[in-house]
């Protein structure tokens, strides 16, 4: 067997500890006789599956950007001690500085580390210079468990094939990074998975960064073909281990009743929430609206392309109703059932939910963005969220087609992917224009008090639910989702219902906390999420100031976003999740918002009286 140990990457005696590791798996491999039983399909799956684990272990800690961890804390126990900059002066709030020391964290970005000095530098308020300093960069700090470069990846398939002695072949599951792709696995933070709804929004207060940093933007791409490759295989499924041929070790997890059966070596929980399809969907778009010109595009390969035919499939399927037009039962698409003593752990009906009514247009979300089961299921925030992120892949399908419909087949037969592009696009668009008439349809609804308002879910036959939920997509996230406007006429009867505790059953109006929760967590706390949510979606100076104000007063002391914090307990020293990235990504996303929109509320007064524009302010940073 001839093996240039130069292709295997590290240091000299780690390729020669590496070679000799793939040496004995290939002995084995070639001795034993496995490799003579092709036709038997389950020695060939062993065979296979052995030289897969050998070479797991063998590359689990080649990747440069993964850090060795071995001697650092658990940051959700770290996150839960204060921790104070040596002669740092005390602030108002006395809030400390929680990142992870430099060795411990998982990702860096030198631009964004730059960004950060300069930006703090702009606010008027210690406090929140601090709580910004702690939680934008909280997602890479913390998060990024495994990322492997294009280069690195490359390395690894071809080192490979020579190590598994399979030359043109290369290693089964690495060769399914299609022409050495960048890989990313992102956790919520104290969860060791990763949920496609999170990641995708954890990520999103970096996207604007990519341009320039390609380093960033090789992580977001990585993170775009992981879920591809997570979506294309269990478009059903919320939440996944990582990569088998990464080495992470993998969290713990329950085996549910699931149809379609999920690939459990791949899912860590396979509840379906329409939002999860959307968010891949966010993740790809804002990809293509920042990156550099020449770069716009290159997410774009077989496997996205079989994600999204998979996200098509699965939105057609989950718009049928439950009884086709004769009044029998129509074929179950998808169920879910687990053993539990929580209603809403679980679907009724033997796992399949309440029925829906047919020709509504709407699509069935078994489950909400909380993880928490839909009572009528066509749930109205997901359904909006996947109509906008259609328009908005018709957008990107037709720019990379190029604007003149009638070369376009031309261009298909040009196209190095196999997938009918022109095809998928046209899916898009009427997908999401037939969502959106449904919604404006059968979820509009008269409040007895609120007037004409979106209700939260429907099922068709004229059941509503009146609520909302802080978790996003939620209704009062609507025109941050791009759906409607702010100054909508149904929107603000919503926004005044669902923050109001006569319109919204989970709106606490606590002593020192005020908020949308939700039935996850219980009736005594609200999210800290709703509060950004309604920040963004606010031009009120004075209810802008008066929601910040209470985020930064309910860290319980310790400088990060929680979960969710306890009403009517102060300080918001009782709390949820210590470590929860995507929250903490959301106040960041917050902070820049206002930086643009409302920059004197936030900004000292010689900085507030300049326009702040982040392109602008990176643009002039880096010629710096």
């Known amino acids: 067997m001839k093996t240039r140990l130069s292709a295997i990457p590290g240091t000299p005696r780690r390729r020669q500890k590496m070679f000799l590791a793939g040496l004995v798996v290939w002995l084995v491999y070639m001795l034993l006789p496995w490799h003579r039983l092709e036709d038997d399909g389950v020695a060939a799956y062993e065979t296979e599956r052995a030289i897969e684990e050998e070479l797991a272990r063998a590359f689990a800690s080649v990747p440069t950007t993964q850090k060795s961890v071995d001697e650092c804390p658990n940051y959700g126990l770290y996150a839960k001690v204060p921790h104070y900059r040596n002669g740092a002066p005390k602030t108002p709030l006395n809030l400390p500085y929680q990142r992870p ?13 730059k960004f950060i000095r300069e930006f703090v530098a702009l606010l008027k308020d210690p406090d929140l210079a601090i709580l910004f300093e702690n939680t934008f960069p909280n997602t890479l700090d913390t998060t990024i468990l495994w990322h492997v470069t294009s280069e690195e990846s490359r390395e690894l398939e071809q080192a490979s094939e020579e190590i598994a002695g399979m030359p043109g072949r290369g290693h089964r599951r690495l060769a399914r990074q299609k022409k050495a792709q960048p890989e990313t696995f992102i956790v919520t933070g104290d969860i060791h998975a990763e949920w496609l709804r999170d990641s995708a929004w954890q990520l999103s207060v970096y996207q604007r960064f990519i341009k320039s940093d390609p380093a960033l933007r ?14 294309k295989g269990n478009p059903y499924c919320n939440a996944f281990h990582p990569p088998p041929h ?25 509840k379906y929430e329409i939002d999860s399809l959307a968010s891949f969907l966010t993740l790809s778009r804002q990809y293509h609206e920042n990156a550099p010109d020449d770069s716009r595009f ?34 179950v698409t998808y169920k879910f059932q687990r053993s539990t003593k929580i209603a809403s752990e679980t679907l009724p009906l033997a796992g399949t939910g309440n029925p829906v009514n047919h020709n509504t247009g709407l699509v ?63 899916e898009a668009r009427q997908l999401s224009a037939r969502i959106r008439d449904g919604i404006m349809e059968h979820a509009v609804l008269e409040h007895p008090k609120f007037g004409r308002v979106f209700a939260y879910e429907v099922d068709g036959y004229g059941s509503h639910l009146f609520m909302d939920d802080a978790n996003i997509p939620s209704l009062l996230s609507l025109p941050d989702l791009g759906f409607v406007s702010k100054d909508d006429a149904v929107y603000r009867n919503t926004r005044k219902m669902i923050l109001s505790t006569e319109g919204n059953p989970y709106y606490l109006n606590g002593e020192h906390f005020q908020g949308i929760g939700g039935p996850h967590i219980g009736l005594h706390n609200a999210w800290p999420m709703s509060l950004l949510v309604r920040i963004r979606t606010s031009d009120d100076d004075e209810e802008i100031m008066h929601c910040l104000d209470m985020v930064m007063k309910n860290t319980g002391g310790l400088g990060l976003i929680h979960e969710s914090v306890r009403a009517f307990h102060p300080d918001g020293l009782e709390y949820t999740r210590s470590w929860f990235a995507w929250a903490n990504s959301e106040f960041a996303k917050t902070i820049l918002d206002l930086a643009e929109r409302k920059p004197h509320l936030i900004f000292n007064q010689e900085d507030a009286a300049t326009k702040f524009r982040l392109e602008t302010f990176l643009s002039q940073s880096a010629s710096v």
């Not at 070790?249 to 929980?269: A, C, K, T, Y």
């Not at 939105?315 to 009884?323: G, I």
Request: a negative charge; charged letters at 25%; hydrophobic letters at 40%.
């Open 364 to 426: 069935r979300s078994a489950f909400r963005p909380s993880d928490d089961a839909t009572i009528f299921q066509f749930f109205v925030p997901g359904n909006a969220y996947i109509a906008v992120e259609l328009e908005h892949l018709t957008a990107i399908l037709q720019s990379y087609l190029g604007d003149d419909a009638a070369a376009a087949p031309a261009r298909k037969m040009r196209s190095p992917f196999s997938t009918d592009i022109l095809g998928l696009l046209e």
């Open 298 to 331: 290159d997410f774009i390969t077989e496997d996205w392309l079989a994600a999204v035919k998979e996200i098509m499939k699965l939105v057609k399927a989950q718009s049928m109703s439950t009884f086709t037009d004769t009044g029998h039962v129509q074929p």
């Open 246 to 270: 990464s080495g992470v070790e993998r969290g713990r997890s329950s085996i549910d009743d699931v149809l379609p059966l999920p690939n459990w070596e791949q899912v860590f929980e396979c």
């Open 218 to 231: 090789e992580l977001i791409k990585g993170a775009i073909n992981t879920q591809a490759e997570y979506v």
């Open 101 to 113: 020391p430099k060795r411990c964290r998982t990702f860096t970005s030198a631009s964004v580390d």
